[in-house]
T-cell receptor
Framework: NAGVMQNPRHLVRRRGQEARLRCSPMKGHSHVYWYRQLPEEGLKFMVYLQKENIIDESGMPKERFSAEFPKEGPSILRIQQVVRGDSAAYFC????????????FGSGTRLTVV | DQQVKQNSPSLSVQEGRISILNCDYTNSMFDYFLWYKKYPAEGPTFLISISSIKDKNEDGRFTVFLNKSAKHLSLHIVPSQPGDSAVYFCAASGQETSGSRLTFGEGTQLTVNP
């Protein structure tokens, strides 16, 4: 029974490139959440998705960032035209129901923009 | 606007003694509080939680106390063990988001010395 799987674990992108981060939720979980942790800070909520629906994207930057959770396949967090300030650890979590206390986090993707 | 604050970036204790980690919040709509533990290069793992209808919750060596009037919660670990060395995050959720979004503090690095 695999946990939340995120890949890649490490991603290096040059400024201006696109970054795609993938998250496969735990089996039986249909709610996915993305959080970002900047250096020396706590985790910040970005977006909450259910299959084929974005439920809450109030934490997403207005430009360059998008997220999806298609009917089949993993959830994708996409960052276009990356800048140095996007360098961070991006964590995905999943839950069976829409409650924060049901979260299971993945190990994260460390994005470095050079 | 930091709604959840952990004012101590680090804490060092001796093995066998008590560790007390503190957390303050400002949003009176928060009604569920959680503590997560995080090792380097891993995602946060759930430790213990408390609902706002309670003032104490205990699970083995871990006890969380909630003081609603002071908007303060604390995590007690006793006895502390070297394996407890990690970053501890407190998090809160509220009814306005149906509990689906967690607001995290900045974290406290706990070091337990043998």
């Amino acid at each position: 029974n695999a946990g939340v799987m995120q890949n890649p674990r490490h991603l290096v992108r040059r400024r201006g490139q696109e970054a795609r981060l993938r998250c496969s939720p735990m089996k039986g979980h249909s709610h996915v959440y993305w959080y970002r942790q900047l250096p020396e800070e706590g985790l910040k909520f970005m977006v909450y998705l259910q299959k084929e629906n974005i439920i809450d994207e109030s934490g997403m930057p207005k430009e360059r960032f998008s997220a999806e959770f298609p009917k089949e396949g993993p959830s994708i967090l996409r960052i276009q035209q990356v800048v140095r300030g996007d360098s961070a650890a991006y964590f995905c979590a999943s839950s069976r129901a829409a409650y924060g206390y049901g979260y299971t986090f993945g190990s994260g993707t460390r994005l470095t923009v050079v | 606007d930091q709604q959840v604050k952990q004012n101590s970036p680090s804490l060092s204790v001796q093995e066998g003694r008590i560790s007390i980690l503190n957390c303050d919040y400002t949003n009176s709509m928060f009604d569920y509080f959680l503590w997560y533990k995080k090792y380097p290069a891993e995602g946060p793992t759930f430790l213990i939680s408390i609902s706002s209808i309670k003032d104490k919750n205990e699970d083995g060596r871990f006890t969380v106390f909630l003081n609603k009037s002071a908007k303060h919660l604390s995590l007690h670990i006793v006895p502390s063990q070297p394996g407890d060395s990690a970053v501890y995050f407190c998090a809160a959720s509220g009814q306005e988001t149906s509990g689906s979004r967690l607001t995290f503090g900045e974290g406290t690095q706990l070091t337990v010395n043998p």
